[in-house]
């Protein structure tokens, strides 16, 4: 039985470790993919929505050694996740072209931090990045500020106006694959004007705590913005207007060098067209449904006028002294 363990132990290739993790984690997306449902998920005081996964959360917030150089991606469903994460893998390993195909295979759920099993943070010494990324959309008060202080890590927090947050919001979440069709209508509602009235009174589990919803995200992570120099804010429309001058200061803030065919280089492969052509479960850790119009202003034509006045009044109540301002149209 001692020879036995032993040679297995000479036998051992993290290969084939990580050969069968990220074989198990596609298996569970297709399973995820299937519209079995699954249920809510529960966190100290918060809900989230099926797939969440606590122990994930608990390992990576707690006794998880954060690789050194890390980079998180933190944001609040459908505010530019997909487009940050592609732009920062964009900037870490697009000068080896084989690193960045590998990084574009990994299933989505490797990269978020409260997705999938814990198991998967055991191959992360064995792929070949030397720098990783991570994603999260937990709130500041779960996120732990001191392993990224300790591993010398960087935070770029994303965030995007409310309105068209809450309609690329209803595009995807009604897609959601790993909820029945009644789930969806029970916990989301069964159309725009039912979506919205839940959503804005902070019903949908998106991660906080019940009559909280989005903008209540944001200010909890600008507080941190503010006293944290290894926290940088994105600001979705700003990268929409302005593409070079956003991914200089992302490249700066992550200390990588750009020149300027890398910046074209990057306008070029961080577009929605191309994003979409690339986002297949079986080519790329993207998902289709991650990546829907990417614009601004596409919120007037689904909110009305007093959906529209609503969000105004909230966030002018919410945000009133908190510096915080959102752009609506370019």
Same mark, same amino acid.
Not at 112 to 122: C, I, N, R, W
Not at 160 to 169: E, G, I
């Given at each position: ?233 994105? !600001?979705?429309? +700003?990268? $929409?207007?302005? &593409?070079? #001058?956003?991914?200089? /200061? ?27 052509? !690339?986002?297949? +479960?079986? $080519?790329?850790? &993207?998902? #289709?449904?991650?990546? /829907? ?38």
């Amino acid at each position: 039985m001692h020879r036995c363990t032993k040679m297995a132990r000479c036998n051992y290739n993290p290969n084939d470790m990580v050969k069968g993790v990220l074989e198990e984690m596609t298996n569970a997306l297709k399973n995820m993919q299937s519209g079995n449902g699954l249920e809510i998920a529960h966190y100290r005081g918060k809900e989230f929505m099926p797939g969440f996964s606590v122990e994930c959360v608990k390992y990576t917030m707690g006794e998880w050694d954060m690789p050194e150089n890390s980079v998180i991606i933190s944001s609040y469903p459908k505010t530019g996740t997909a487009w940050c994460m592609e732009i920062v893998r964009q900037l870490l390993y697009s000068h080896d072209e084989a690193v960045l195909n590998k990084s574009r295979s990994i299933p989505m759920p490797f990269h978020l931090l409260e997705l999938g099993s814990k198991k998967k943070f055991d191959i992360v010494p064995h792929l070949p990045f030397t720098r990783n990324f991570f994603a999260t959309h937990i709130s500041a008060d779960l996120f732990n500020f001191d392993k990224v202080r300790e591993s010398k890590s960087k935070v770029i927090y994303v965030y995007r106006n409310p309105k068209d947050q809450a309609v690329s919001w209803f595009h995807f979440a009604h897609k959601i694959p790993n909820m029945t069709t009644e789930q969806k209508a029970k916990v989301l509602g069964k159309d725009w004007n039912e979506f919205f009235a839940k959503y804005v009174a902070g019903e949908h589990p998106t991660g906080l705590a019940n009559g909280e919803w989005y903008p209540d995200h944001v200010i909890g992570w600008m507080e941190h913005v503010k006293s944290n120099k290894d926290v940088l804010p994105v !600001e979705y429309e +700003s990268l $929409k207007k302005d &593409f070079p #001058k956003e991914v200089r /200061r992302i490249a700066k803030f992550l200390e990588v060098t750009l020149n300027d065919d890398d910046v074209h280089t990057m306008a070029e492969r961080c577009t929605v067209s191309a994003m979409k052509k !690339e986002a297949t +479960s079986d $080519k790329s850790g &993207f998902l #289709k449904m991650n990546v /829907r119009k990417g614009e601004v202003g596409g919120w007037k034509d689904q909110l009305t006028v007093s959906q529209s006045e609503l969000i105004d009044k909230v966030i002018k109540e919410k945000l009133t002294g908190k510096e915080i301002s959102f752009t609506y149209v370019l």
